[in-house]
């Protein structure tokens, strides 16, 4: 073994070289060619103002504001802590937040009955989940609506529009995008000041 | 399950087998150092790596010389990594500042310990990571420590599988290849390609692949938000290529930067299985029988395909306690149902099942749902599949290596049973074959058994736990009590000792991921668990290149009436009855401590309130107080 050592040592060096400098570079330099926005985040802008990432969910609270998903990331969708909540499913704290978010929804979204989408009161994986699924947007229309003043049927409409189905229309789940609906409803419904 | 979650999984597994005959072919060429389409743009590449490194690609290695240059070189991968994330801090590509002191207050120091830890962790392939990337490590660190070993661990793991198969390809010689030509063969002719092809697939998809500094941006509500950025795909393609599983980011493959929609999904676990499942039919082919290389694919779909399902069908069921308070459990064309804990929008039950399946039948660890917040069987799966020893294809060579240990317990089980000695593509095994299947076996089993054991039980006093094990929670407990390292967990009740088990299982086969509520990035863990790394990766290995050595001086026995076949569903029976037996008898109490007991709890409707147990122990009771 320790003849191996000089070739070892000069091999790590040109590895390193190789895959850590050489590989990243020419990938970056072709993701900037070939994709510029994609590699540079996927960055959403409004007059010019930078208000987010598509791929990256946002905090919202506001009642006339589509709501997103739970989120363990930080004190919720912080950026610098992506995270699941970790809790296990016999965990009373899962149990405890969810039981509190319910209550909370079905009092700010009393037009709405039946059972609640499982996605719209259950920690994402990443905890900026910038999605959720259609029934979840569905089920925040009533609230919206009457929170912007409008047509809750224009509103449910507007949110059809922004649903995006299965990948190839087999892959993964339909979803809405939250910033995104959230940024048309501003355009389109601006809250009266 | 839906109709559609299914298609999802056979369109995966499709993929699969349209690409096992084609890359494995192509495989046993280069690894035979014959020409391929890409030799004419690669092999002056190759001939001038040897050049620098000084080796002759054509000299024969024993095997003992063959793992001594493997040892070597991952002696180096260790301190180099180690040695950049320490100076980290002095180095280029550092916009936030990690390790400086204009770090953000949130970032997380870069001590000996945690350095040992990745380290180790990088370099045996494992990528369990005790740290969080965005608040942690500068993008030179990322690129230049962490994705380099990201290729070179593969590239070991796969040269190992190459010289044992060697070992049942030859006959009567004593050498069994020679570790640099196979060391860069895989990293020149396999991975970089793959690799770069499979990075710009995913920047395409939203994967960001930048050097720019954290983005600040006001968000609608008028909040700030950071949001980190970095050379995210070019290390994501090769962290699934090289089933490394060490993402960029905390929430790694459940991160949108990483992991952007249902596409880039695919993609991503088919990066998991390509290598491994191809790896069967280089086998077969090396020794001059595809059946015996489709054998074992057949085995190992099996095994796959009862895994997915248990895990697709229990986390679909859903967590019984959340639908009785109103929430939807089953799936709809609108929403998903089930269990969405931990489990991102795009990819809903059925493309997080799969993913958890396959992150742990290789030894990837890459995860894009939360496993800590799995329903208890569906998380039993995970933790067997590792504690097979990542048998299911399995890592990047690490998982044909151990394929071929499984095969030599089986054909030595089989030859018990009727009383004749065993044999495996024609060579006798013997004692010392048995024996070296057995101290691999062993060593995995023994360091994860006893390691949860030992942090099971070990409490630190109050002055030692200040160094070894911080007492976590808060508030926290007064200075008298002594902390014993179980009050690291996140969750109580079997769910708790799930996570310290799955934690060491992990670590010891090399696969990375975790139920990751559990505070890990304390000296005691980032010990504990670097140990068990290097137990798993190099008593496992080692003894399986000597194992192939051994056979390689080996006449070949001609095929008679009496030979047991070892391509038929006899054997593909045998292999399976005998992975699912061992595992079974090696870990069947433990599992039933955590995953099993917990599933009945959950049904009943029992929850668990965490008491950070430092206050309900008694001090100086334990072994390093």
């Known amino acids: 073994m320790w003849k191996q050592m000089i070739p070892a040592f000069r091999a790590v060096l040109l590895i390193t070289i190789v895959t850590g400098l050489v590989y990243p570079g020419v990938v970056t330099g072709l993701a900037q060619a070939l994709f510029h926005d994609k590699a540079n985040g996927s960055m959403l802008t409004d007059n010019g103002q930078v208000v987010g990432s598509s791929l990256i969910g946002q905090n919202f609270t506001k009642p006339e504001y589509f709501h997103g998903r739970p989120s363990a990331a930080g004190s919720g969708y912080d950026g610098m802590a992506s995270s699941g909540s970790n809790y296990g499913p016999t965990n009373q704290k899962l149990i405890d937040r969810v039981k509190a978010d319910e209550a909370a929804f079905r009092k700010d979204n009393p037009d709405f009955t039946g059972p609640i989408p499982a996605d719209l009161l259950t920690a994402s994986g990443s905890g900026l989940d910038p999605e959720i699924s259609p029934a979840s947007a569905q089920a925040q229309v009533a609230r919206v609506a009457k929170a912007r003043g409008v047509d809750a049927g224009v509103l449910a409409k507007l949110v059809d529009g922004h649903v995006e189905g299965r990948q190839f229309g087999v892959l993964g789940e339909a979803r809405v995008n939250v910033l995104m609906l959230n940024m048309a409803l501003d355009q389109q419904f601006p809250v009266k000041k | ?625």
């Open chain 2, 1 to 625: 399950m839906t109709a559609n979650g299914v298609i999802q999984i056979l369109i995966f597994f499709g993929i699969l087998l349209l690409t096992t005959k084609p890359l494995g072919a192509y495989m046993a060429k280069v690894f035979e150092g014959r020409r391929t389409f890409l030799s004419p743009l690669l092999g002056p590449v190759e001939r001038v790596c040897y050049r620098l490194c000084g080796v002759n690609p054509d000299a024969e290695q024993r095997w003992t010389q063959y793992a001594g240059s493997l040892l070597a070189f991952s002696v180096f991968s260790f301190l180099f990594v180690y040695v950049i994330q320490r100076l980290q801090g002095w180095l280029p590509f550092n916009p936030q500042g990690f390790s400086t002191a204009h770090a953000p207050g949130n970032a997380t120091a870069m001590t000996p310990d945690l350095a040992f830890n990745t380290a180790t962790s990088f370099v045996t392939n494992t990528n369990w990571q005790a740290y969080s990337g965005e608040a942690t490590l500068s993008y030179f660190t990322q690129m230049a420590a962490l994705a380099v070993q990201n290729f070179a661990s593969a590239a070991v793991g796969i040269a190992a599988a190459i010289a044992m198969v060697r070992g049942f390809a030859r006959q009567q010689v004593s050498a069994i290849g020679n570790f640099w030509a196979d060391m860069w063969r895989a990293t020149l002719y396999v991975l970089l390609p793959i690799a770069t092809v499979a990075a710009l697939v995913l920047v395409a998809e939203g994967a960001i692949q930048n050097f720019k500094p954290y983005d600040t941006v006001t968000t609608l509500e008028g909040a700030k938000q950071t949001i980190p950025q970095g050379p995210v795909a070019s290390q994501e393609a090769i962290k699934m290529l090289g089933t490394n599983g060490g993402g960029i980011f905390n929430a790694n493959s459940a991160h949108p930067y990483e992991n952007p929609t249902p596409f880039a999904n695919l993609v991503q676990i088919l990066l998991i299985f390509i290598v491994p499942t191809a790896l069967t039919y280089t086998f077969g082919k090396m020794v001059g029988d595809t059946r015996q290389g489709w054998a074992i694919f057949a085995a190992c779909a099996i095994m796959f395909f009862a895994g997915v399902f248990v895990v697709y069908h229990y986390e679909q069921a859903g967590n019984p306690n959340l639908t009785n308070l109103g929430l939807q459990a089953s799936a709809t064309d609108t929403q998903p149902g089930g269990n969405m804990e931990g489990k991102e929008t795009r990819f809903g039950i059925a493309a997080s099942s799969l993913f958890v399946t396959v992150t742990t039948d290789a030894s990837c660890g890459a995860v894009n749902s939360m496993h800590d917040s799995l329903t208890p069987l569906a998380g039993l799966v995970p933790t067997v599949n590792l504690q097979t020893d990542e048998v299911i294809f399995g890592g990047v060579g690490a998982g044909l290596y151990g394929i071929l240990m499984y095969a030599v317990i089986a054909v030595f089980i089989a030859g018990l049973m009727v009383g004749r000695t065993p044999e495996y593509l024609g060579k006798k095994i013997e004692s010392k074959e048995v024996k070296m299947a057995m101290v691999a076996m062993i060593a995995t089993s023994l360091c994860i058994l006893c390691f949860t054991a030992i942090s099971s039980v070990v409490t630190f006093n109050w002055d030692k736990s200040q160094y070894w094990n911080p007492a976590q929670g808060n508030p926290k407990p007064a200075p008298t009590s002594s902390v014993p390292a179980a009050a690291n967990v996140a969750n109580d009740g079997p769910h708790g000792f799930s996570e310290l088990l799955y934690a060491y299982t992990s670590g010891t086969e090399n696969n990375g991921s975790a139920f990751a509520g559990i505070t890990v990035n304390t000296p005691w863990y980032n010990l504990t668990i670097g140990l068990a790394m290097l137990m798993g990766r190099f008593l496992f290995m080692i003894p399986l290149i000597a194992l192939g050595g051994s056979l390689a001086g080996k006449k070949k026995t001609p095929v008679t009436s009496g030979t047991f076949p070892t391509h038929g569903p006899l054997f593909v029976g045998l292999f399976v009855g005998t992975v699912v037996l061992i595992a079974a008898l090696t870990f069947f109490p433990a599992l039933s401590l955590g995953p099993l007991v917990e599933h009945f709890l959950m049904h009943s409707g029992k929850l668990f309130t965490w008491v950070a147990p430092a206050l309900t122990h008694i001090a100086n009771s334990g072994v390093w107080s």
